[in-house]
């Protein structure tokens, strides 16, 4: 079914009291101007505070605002999964509830998607955060690039605008929710970014910390994988096992070469143990491998699902939309 508005916002909030009713006020006078229908989605993301009161007495008032509370904190990614879930428009643009993201760009950034993009990236070039956040999140941007392969300079600006029918299938957990434009781009979508007014907190407290950096990474590491080897985990296991198998060989040919020469016994080098648990990692890693490509097609087989993507399908010189799996 076509969606029914036009656009979606979708908003996570966690202890934001002080936030809530300005951002709301700011960012419905900008799509009321706009001039298209719209929805806003806010999503408690179990705050101790005074914030779902806020945002309850906002939702009672105004029938454009969904509001989700969630029983206990989960976390930004989560918060903006249950929203992306529950958005109805044909575009959504997720963004920050604590002020620092402007509503303005909204318009500019539908804008540059009328231009043919499928995701437009948020890029706060001139940040307004202390250096100690803005350092690590530089190198951070700069390995999701490079392991990537998809140039942005800022993943972790929640403001962004998608079209809807390229994160409906997106699932999102831990800190995934900053690669969302990874996965729309090796999905064939036409990803850009563009520089977007970030303003300072003026009020709450940073919920971001160094703490985030090793998760993101860690999560950077899952979407590789599943992007390049989902469909072929034997690749990964067998290919690492296949090594150490190599490794096992040639450190076994050493320790011979030793005994043979007079050099070394075998009790006086550590080559033919490390030989004996290479073999023994090679040959479970390359098992692994093969199970894992049983569980991958009982995945696959099982709920109809199939390993590519189809855009669009030409038949009796008819163009028709490609049927839709869930």
Request: with cysteine; proline share 4%; net charge positive.
């Given at each position: 079914?076509?969606?029914?508005i036009?656009?979606?916002?979708?908003v996570?909030?966690?202890?934001?009291?002080?936030?809530?009713?300005?951002?709301?006020?700011?960012?419905?006078?900008?799509?009321?101007?706009?001039?298209?229908?719209?929805?806003?989605?806010?999503?408690?993301?179990?705050?101790?505070?005074?914030t779902y009161?806020?945002?309850?007495?906002?939702?009672?008032?105004?029938?454009?605002?969904?509001?989700?509370?969630?029983?206990?904190?989960?976390?930004?990614?989560?918060?903006?999964?249950a929203?992306?879930?529950?958005?109805?428009?044909?575009?959504?643009?997720?963004?920050?509830?604590?002020?620092?993201?402007?509503?303005?760009?909204?318009?500019?950034?539908?804008?540059?998607?009328?231009?043919?993009?499928?995701?437009?990236?948020?890029?706060?070039?001139?940040?307004?955060?202390?250096?100690?956040?803005?350092?690590?999140?530089?190198?951070?941007?700069?390995?999701?690039?490079?392991?990537?392969?998809?140039?942005?300079?800022?993943?972790?600006?929640?403001l962004?605008?998608?079209?809807?029918?390229?994160?409906?299938g997106v699932?999102?957990?831990?800190?995934?929710?900053?690669?969302?434009?990874?996965?729309?781009?090796?999905?064939?979508?036409?990803?850009?970014?563009?520089?977007?007014?970030?303003?300072?907190?003026?009020?709450?407290?940073?919920?971001?910390?160094?703490?985030?950096?090793?998760?993101?990474?860690l999560?950077?590491?899952?979407?590789?994988?599943?992007?390049?080897?989902?469909?072929?985990?034997?690749y990964?296991?067998?290919?690492?096992?296949?090594?150490?198998?190599?490794?096992?060989?040639f450190?076994?040919?050493?320790?011979?070469?030793?005994?043979?020469?007079?050099?070394?016994?075998?009790?006086?080098?550590?080559?033919?143990?490390?030989?004996?648990?290479?073999?023994?990692?090679?040959?479970?890693?390359?098992?692994?491998?093969?199970?894992?490509?049983?569980?991958?097609?009982?995945?696959?087989?099982?709920?109809?699902?199939?390993?590519?993507?189809v855009?669009?399908?030409?038949?009796?010189?008819?163009?028709?939309?490609?049927?839709?799996?869930?």
């Open positions: 079914m076509p969606a029914s036009d656009l979606s916002v979708v996570p909030f966690f202890q934001e009291e002080d936030n809530a009713k300005a951002l709301y006020t700011e960012l419905k006078g900008v799509l009321d101007t706009f001039g298209r229908e719209y929805e806003m989605i806010f999503v408690d993301d179990g705050s101790t505070d005074k009161s806020v945002l309850e007495e906002i939702a009672k008032a105004d029938h454009k605002v969904v509001l989700v509370k969630f029983r206990r904190n989960f976390g930004q990614t989560a918060a903006l999964a929203g992306i879930e529950r958005a109805k428009g044909n575009v959504v643009v997720p963004m920050d509830g604590d002020l620092q993201n402007d509503p303005a760009e909204i318009p500019k950034m539908l804008a540059k998607m009328a231009e043919g993009y499928e995701c437009v990236s948020g890029w706060r070039k001139n940040r307004q955060d202390s250096g100690l956040r803005v350092l690590p999140s530089k190198v951070a941007n700069g390995l999701i690039s490079w392991l990537s392969g998809v140039q942005l300079h800022d993943y972790g600006c929640t962004k605008a998608y079209r809807r029918d390229v994160i409906e699932r999102l957990y831990g800190e995934m929710h900053r690669f969302i434009p990874i996965y729309a781009h090796w999905q064939g979508a036409r990803v850009t970014e563009m520089v977007v007014n970030h303003r300072a907190r003026v009020a709450g407290v940073s919920k971001y910390g160094f703490g985030r950096i090793p998760r993101v990474v999560d950077l590491i899952v979407v590789k994988f599943l992007f390049q080897y989902l469909t072929k985990p034997i990964v296991f067998g290919g690492f096992g296949m090594a150490s198998l190599v490794l096992s060989m450190a076994l040919i050493a320790a011979v070469v030793l005994k043979l020469t007079g050099l070394k016994d075998f009790v006086s080098t550590p080559l033919p143990l490390f030989s004996g648990i290479a073999a023994l990692i090679g040959i479970q890693a390359v098992l692994t491998g093969l199970l894992a490509e049983v569980l991958i097609r009982t995945y696959y087989e099982s709920q109809n699902k199939r390993p590519y993507l855009g669009s399908v030409i038949e009796k010189g008819e163009t028709k939309a490609p049927e839709r799996r869930e």
